[in-house]
């Protein structure tokens, strides 16, 4: 959570009042996609009932200096960094690798903050992405075919009916695991951990390796910079703590439904499963339960934007979302693929523009770009990675708007899960060590020599 932020009591959410209830649930009158088949109805509606009554995750006041935070992204005044799992599972909710995440986002973040010469907002795909759609309802493997995994949240990874089927349970696990992810994250930003001198200091580290060579130029100077800081008498204590925010993809309509709260200050419901959330490529139809359930809760709402996309999606999906032309409430993700994104971003951008909507702009460019190799493994190039960073930054340019964010899979581990990068993984060194549930994320390595390179895309856009 922004975990800067004591919490004021008085601040709290109360249950929903029999007023707002309806309002709510209209969802459940349009089509929804990507839910589980719960084999026990009665038992999902009984877990939803417990999840009313649990406390929130993260808080209305909380969100609302997201959304502020994020408005200046809006006005091109600072920058967006959202990181973390493809799918988070509860085995992996450690200290280490949620320590190790959150030191990779820190990492990166003092570095882009620095080639963009602006703040950067801080998001963890963390605490919450539990759930994940597929392109398939069922898995067969030599002749047996079971329900497809959809994350820790529904069902388990492991091949067997019994792991498989669709257990409500595992939403009130999902909920206590991101509660005590919120809490170790807490410990981490605000008790050192972030402090600017430390994190710089590993990224220094990361530059004078040999293979990183390129990036130590870079590096030099922003080192030149922190020691100007210390010198000019900067308050170093106050660059210890960091805001860093908790966002998912809000899939398990259940979960977010009974995760959401009416604010006491405004009356106005929260989602508080998290401070964002955006709606997936595969659910973001217009007439969708996703999109009718989003656009009625206060949060900042994302939407992934595929190749696909039309300019009357687009601003069909402002008029919803975005009614009021808040700036800070609506994000677009887009995930174009390399080949693809310069000529199908242009566009909307362009469209975007002349309309009276402030989107933030943020690319995505894992999701168009995976592969399969010829020994089975779901990968990522880092190229193709890089080029489409490098063609959301020429889009942008060629527009004149701004570039807004970086939203990338990746854990602070050393994974062999996409190839490339200076590392040079190979289609063989995949076997290494890949060990994602779903999709390839970037290694510790692989996500700061992109936050290096990012940085290079932003000093030429702001020359």
Request: glycine share 8%; proline share 6%; with cysteine.
């Amino acid at each position: 959570m922004n975990v800067s932020t004591m919490i004021d009591p008085t601040e709290a959410v109360v249950e929903p009042r029999p007023e707002t209830i309806e309002g709510l649930d209209n969802w459940r009158t349009r089509p929804t996609k990507q839910q589980p088949p719960w084999p026990d109805q009665a038992a999902a509606d009984a877990v939803s009932e417990h999840l009313l009554r649990v406390p929130p995750l993260v808080f209305a006041g909380e969100v609302d200096q997201l959304r502020n935070q994020l408005a200046t992204v809006a006005r091109g005044e600072a920058f967006v960094l959202q990181g973390g799992d493809c799918a988070e599972t509860f085995a992996g909710a450690t200290a280490d690798q949620i320590r190790n995440r959150v030191k990779t986002i820190l990492q990166m973040a003092v570095v882009l903050t620095y080639g963009a010469s602006l703040p950067v907002v801080k998001m963890g795909r963390m605490a919450g992405q539990f759930a994940k759609p597929r392109s398939s309802d069922e898995e067969t493997r030599d002749g047996v075919t079971l329900p497809a995994y959809r994350g820790d949240m529904v069902n388990g990874y492991e091949f067997t009916e019994e792991s498989r089927t669709p257990n409500p349970e595992r939403m009130l696990e999902g909920y206590h695991t991101a509660a005590s992810t919120l809490n170790l994250i807490r410990a981490f930003t605000q008790g050192g951990f972030a402090d600017l001198r430390m994190v710089h200091s590993w990224n220094r580290g990361f530059a004078e390796n040999p293979a990183n060579r390129r990036y130590e130029g870079l590096a030099r100077e922003i080192d030149r910079a922190v020691k100007f800081m210390e010198a000019a008498g900067a308050n170093f204590d106050e660059l210890k703590r960091v805001d860093f925010f908790a966002s998912h993809e809000g899939l398990l309509m259940e979960y977010e439904r009974a995760m959401t709260r009416i604010d006491s200050r405004t009356g106005l419901p929260y989602d508080t499963s998290a401070h964002f959330l955006w709606i997936g490529e595969r659910t973001r139809d217009l007439d969708g339960a996703h999109v009718d359930f989003f656009s009625r809760v206060q949060n900042p709402i994302g939407v992934k934007l595929g190749p696909s996309t039309t300019v009357d999606d687009m601003n069909r999906l402002i008029d919803i979302l975005d009614p009021d032309r808040v700036p800070g409430r609506l994000t677009f993700i887009t995930r174009m693929g390399a080949g693809t994104i310069r000529d199908a971003l242009p566009p909307l951008l362009d469209a975007a523009q002349r309309s009276e909507a402030t989107p933030i702009w943020i690319t995505d460019p894992m999701h168009g770009n995976g592969i399969t190799t010829q020994t089975g493994f779901k990968t990522r190039r880092f190229d193709d990675v890089v080029d489409e960073v490098k063609g959301f930054f020429e889009a942008h340019r060629e527009v004149g708007s701004h570039p807004g964010g970086l939203h990338v899979e990746l854990t602070g581990d050393d994974v062999t899960e996409c190839m490339g990068g200076t590392q040079r993984i190979d289609e063989l060194g995949l076997e290494t060590r890949y060990e994602s549930l779903c999709d390839p994320r970037l290694n510790h390595q692989q996500s700061l020599e992109l936050s290096f390179l990012v940085a290079e895309e932003l000093a030429v856009t702001a020359s």
